[in-house]
């Protein structure tokens, strides 16, 4: 294999073949796999590379650079200096920093091994879905996997096939190529293997290359790979724009949600610091303290939280049979409203049978099936499942090998003309053009047509009785093709569309596709849990209700392609509102439909396996497709399901809405509970005379609820939070801040009352201003030992009331998993001022009378966020 780094495209696309295979050394029987192994050792794979893989040490820096740990980082190095550096040496105390580092340290590598995880197991799942190319090896085409593929190879490409590096054509039939990737162009251009070739300004203009990312819509060809991996055109562009992929509304969400809070933290950490250190005169203890205000308000957990939800969403999904190539697709799979499909094999089973081969008077007719076999087997396109039920049945009525037919040419099948054409030759050296299409395109092509045996003209008579015959048969469900065929046709060898003309109708392929017996409870289950199903498909009006009547979709009223072609923008725009069958739709119409859906603030999924369904897929919020799809469905979808079953899209869905929920509930009650408290601790530094809380008491009281937090991804959700699909409102997180915050601080500024007027001077026989230095240090730290523990057990025990709109444990249960890790933090807080930490914490034994002050407030606080949670459901229709 020659070095062809010299050659420029312009050279690649205008050398005559033979002088390129000469100059880069290639072998007309390819190359053996032994020789392909030594030229990809020496290139590497035939993979681009996004800048995706990360090395290990960015990940690890990535873990620990979310606002929240930074800030964190912020704030230990200050404490470290003021508490540690800045000191006596009497006085060295870094127990603070080293708190804050341990918080830093959870949350960082739990992220970090989470990111590890979710990088591994996507690798491992996009394994399960393997993209290959027809490459010839040691003289015979071969499917191999497209990442094996070498430069100097020779590719073999029909419709529905990827690009799978850039190629210089060698020969063409009919080849139709979509570069949207590349251009941005929505129609397809015509490529050859020989013609003039001019120095273009741009690349993607000539004529006899195909380019890596592009798309085959019709038609065949054979070419040498003479670019792979990152040296193609689509891998310089890759490499030129390595942008950041667009925010979702969920990265949006986390980021705005961020900001939110910092301000919160700009605004009441200064204020606390201010107010503690004019009313207590210890500007040091102050600024320590306002620091530990910040660390409070930080919901420092929440990058693990939402990560640890999407890798065992990505993990649960595996186990149903979906493989989600794109983690925070997950959030949009449960945001999903509208669900477009394709009908033919999602709907229905996807195994086509051919029901009847029928002359033109409606009877069961041998020869037609004869030329149908004829027309299936020789072409060397796509064969979809049509072209495989007409073998199949003909392989049960005749002896294949007594033929004895040999291919002469063909016209492939496209989207455009709906129909496909081969030329055979017989033992006798007669040749026949066998066209088999849609029924409209086969009468538009035929000048006659076959009755009882006799070629008559085709008039308008015969017309209207060919059209009420396939009435008929669409009217019960069949999908019907037409079959035409002309004697000794001019043209062959070069031949080309125009010669499909003045041919003889010979009758009807009537196939059946019955729907899958899941259809019609999936459609319902679907629609319980509001999501709208709309059908789109390129099938005709008749054999689309037909199904549609079957699987319990009212399809009275569609739209056809024809009407929405001559529609404008905000007309269609209304109508995909109404309709929800559209039928005879072609691939740009399709992925229309989908983005005005989104235009209207929908969040759309489409479910397809054609190469038709593609550009919808990549219009789509989610595109989902199958394992068996074509190769451009399978590169377009985020999701794949490995078995083509509705149910399973269900059960995607609800997990989406169940990661969502989790990640709410953390955030929700987190950011009110967390509000809540520094807003107590402002009020109590006015008028306490020293501080409410020590600043490392406050840390660990921070570690251990989140600690507990770490359980929320494996929280149930309620079966009614995931009957609608959630969005992402950043307005109603502030929102159930202002509620629930501020209802936490009257039992919090209660506590402090009855702590600091009632239980203490009871137990220590005297007001706080009465007592002598030493007992004062002594009700000191048994009121933080107090507030400690109140502060916990509420903290944490009102995340089951706020983690469902029902009453907890009565109508909604938390996990096993929650419950363990919550009550577990509640016990390590409750006995840890009577350990050895919770002396070097300063926090005391507390008196018997404290346990009936923490039950009341408990109690008390858990009712009240009851009824406070009941008026603002009632107000708002939600909770999270």
């Not at 050398?15 to 392909?36: H, N, P, V, W």
């Not at 606390?272 to 308000?297: C, E, H, M, P, R």
């Not at 186990?319 to 190539?325: A, C, F, H, L, Q």
């Amino acid at each position: 294999m020659k070095d062809n780094k010299l050659l420029n495209y312009f050279d690649l696309a205008s050398l005559s073949i033979r002088d390129l295979m000469k100059q880069l050394g290639i072998k007309q029987e390819g190359f053996t796999y032994q020789e392909a192994a030594d030229i990809q050792s020496i290139d590497g794979k035939n993979e681009i590379n996004y800048g995706a893989d990360k090395p290990l040490w960015k990940v690890f820096i990535d873990a620990f650079s979310s606002p929240f740990t930074l800030v964190l980082i912020v704030l230990a190095c200050i404490s470290f200096l003021t508490e540690y550096i800045l000191v006596n040496p009497g006085e060295k105390d870094a127990t603070s920093a080293v708190i804050i580092i341990l918080l830093v340290l959870l949350s960082g590598m739990m992220s970090f091994i989470q990111s590890v995880r979710s990088n591994r197991a996507a690798q491992a799942l996009n394994q399960l879905v393997e993209v290959t190319s027809t490459v010839k090896r040691e003289g015979t085409f071969r499917e191999i996997p497209t990442e094996d593929i070498v430069l100097g190879d020779i590719v073999h490409l029909s419709a529905g096939d990827m690009i799978p590096s850039d190629i210089r054509l060698i020969q063409t039939k009919d080849l139709f190529i979509s570069q949207t990737s590349l251009t941005g162009e929505s129609y397809p251009v015509e490529k050859f293997a020989n013609t003039i070739i001019t120095e273009s300004d741009s690349e993607t203009n000539y004529d006899t290359l195909a380019y890596m990312g592009s798309e085959v819509v019709s038609g065949t060809a054979e070419g040498i790979v003479v670019r792979t991996a990152n040296n193609t055109l689509f891998g310089q562009i890759a490499q030129d724009l390595n942008q950041e992929p667009v925010k979702t509304s969920f990265d949006k969400g986390i980021e705005s949600t961020s900001q939110l809070l910092i301000r919160f933290m700009m605004v009441l950490a200064p204020t606390v610091i201010l107010i503690n250190g004019l009313t207590k005169d210890d500007w040091l203890q102050a600024l320590l303290f306002g620091i530990s205000v910040a660390v409070g308000l930080t919901p420092e957990m929440l990058p693990m939280i939402v990560t640890s939800n999407l890798v065992k969403g990505a993990s649960t999904m595996a186990k149903k049979g979906t493989v989600i190539r794109n983690l925070n697709s997950i959030q949009n799979f449960g945001a999903i409203d509208v669900l477009c499909t394709d009908k033919t094999g999602t709907l229905t089973q996807d195994k086509i049978v051919l029901q009847y081969h029928l002359d033109i008077d409606g009877n069961e007719n041998k020869r037609v099936l004869h030329h149908a076999f004829l027309n299936s087997y020789y072409q060397t396109g796509l064969k979809n499942l049509m072209d495989v039920a007409v073998i199949e049945a003909t392989e049960k009525e005749f002896e294949i090998e007594t033929f004895n037919y040999k291919k002469i040419d063909e016209i492939p099948f496209d989207f455009n003309r709906r129909r496909m054409s081969v030329v055979v030759e017989d033992l006798t050296g007669k040749t026949q053009m066998i066209t088999k299409g849609a029924i409209e395109e086969m009468l538009s092509i035929s000048q006659y047509v076959e009755i009882n045996g006799e070629v008559q003209p085709l008039t308008e008579e015969a017309k209207v009785n060919v059209l009420n015959t396939v009435d008929d048969l669409n009217s019960n469900g069949l999908r019907v093709l037409g079959l035409s065929q002309k004697t000794n046709p001019a043209g062959i060898g070069e031949l080309s569309v125009k010669d499909e003309s003045d041919m003889v109708l010979i009758g009807f392929l009537a196939f059946l596709d019955p729907p899958k017996e899941s259809t019609k409870e999936a459609l319902n289950a679907l629609r319980d849990h509001n999501v709208n199903v709309k059908i789109l498909t390129g099938d005709n009006a008749l054999v689309t209700q037909a199904i549609c009547s079957q699987v319990g979709i009212n399809a009275e009223h569609y739209l056809t392609g024809d009407i929405v072609s001559q529609m404008s923008e905000n007309q269609l725009a209304e109508a995909v509102e109404t309709y929800n069958v559209f039928v005879k739709l072609n691939p740009t119409q399709k992925a229309k439909i989908v983005r005005l859906l989104r235009k209207n603030d929908h969040v759309v999924g489409f479910l397809g396996d054609g190469i038709n369904d593609s550009p919808a897929m990549r219009a789509a919020d989610v595109g989902i497709s199958v394992d068996n799809a074509v190769d451009i469905a399978k590169d377009s979808a985020d999701v794949i399901l490995l078995e083509k079953d509705l149910m399973i899209l269900e059960k995607g869905i609800i997990l989406g809405r169940k990661v969502f929920g989790n990640i709410m509930k953390y955030i929700n009650a987190t950011t009110s509970s967390n509000f809540g408290n520094m807003f107590s601790v402002l009020i109590a530094s006015i008028f306490l005379p020293f501080l409410p809380m020590l600043p490392m008491q406050l840390l660990f009281l921070n570690l251990l609820y989140d600690i507990s937090c770490m359980s929320m991804p494996w929280d149930n959700v309620d079966e009614e939070y995931l009957k609608a699909p959630k969005k992402w409102e950043s307005s109603s997180i502030q929102r159930f801040m202002i509620w629930f915050g501020p209802t936490s601080s009257i039992f919090d500024i209660l506590s402090f009352a009855v702590l600091f007027l009632i239980i203490l001077p009871q137990f220590l026989g005297g007001n706080y201003s009465s007592l002598n230095s030493e007992t004062q240090e002594l009700f000191i730290a048994l009121f933080h030992s107090g507030w400690f523990v109140v502060s916990l057990w509420t903290q944490t025990l009102v995340l089951y009331t706020l983690r469902t709109k029902k009453l907890p444990f009565i109508e909604s249960r938390p996990s096993t998993v929650m419950t363990f890790f919550t009550l577990l933090g509640i016990v390590i807080g409750t006995i840890v001022p009577y350990t050895q930490l919770g002396t070097a914490l300063d926090l005391t034994a507390l008196p018997d009378t404290f346990w009936l002050l923490l039950l009341g407030i408990v109690i008390a606080y858990l009712i009240l966020v009851t009824i406070v949670k009941y008026y603002y459901v009632k107000r708002y229709g939600e909770l999270l």
